[in-house]
Nanobody, 115 residues
Framework: VQPVESGGGLVQAGGSLRLSCAAS????????MGWYRQAPGQQRELVAT???????NYADSKKGRFTISRDNAKNTVYLQMDSLKPEDTAVYYC??????????WGQGTQVTVSS
């Protein structure tokens, strides 16, 4: 099972984007899912995670402008990004974190924020 991201693109600073991540499988509702990002020349970093029950966790620097959510009926996880800044420019990746046997990464979606 590999998650598939969509929703990236070019946006002006101060704008918003919503990324989507679809993952197949009847056990999606119990999967712990995460969003990560990797900027050019930087290491991949955690943005946020969400459990099957909807409990969320954010990297400290992402709190307030990023919101992770999920719709288990659609097997989809979302990342709402508001007040975007040029430094948010990165490839954003979705990951199935748990169960560990399903651990996998999507191909990524490019987000570019222009100043």
């Amino acid at each position: 099972v590999q998650p598939v991201e969509s929703g990236g693109g070019l946006v002006q600073a101060g704008g918003s984007l919503r990324l989507s991540c679809a993952a197949s499988g009847s056990i999606f509702r119990i999967m712990v899912m995460g969003w990560y990002r990797q900027a050019p020349g930087q290491q991949r970093e955690l943005v946020a995670t969400i459990t099957g029950g909807g409990s969320t966790n954010y990297a400290d620097s992402k709190k307030g402008r990023f919101t992770i959510s999920r719709d288990n009926a659609k097997n989809t996880v979302y990342l709402q990004m508001d007040s975007l800044k040029p430094e948010d420019t990165a490839v954003y990746y979705c990951r199935i974190i748990s169960p560990s046997s399903f651990d996998s990464w999507g191909q990524g979606t490019q987000v570019t924020v222009s100043s």
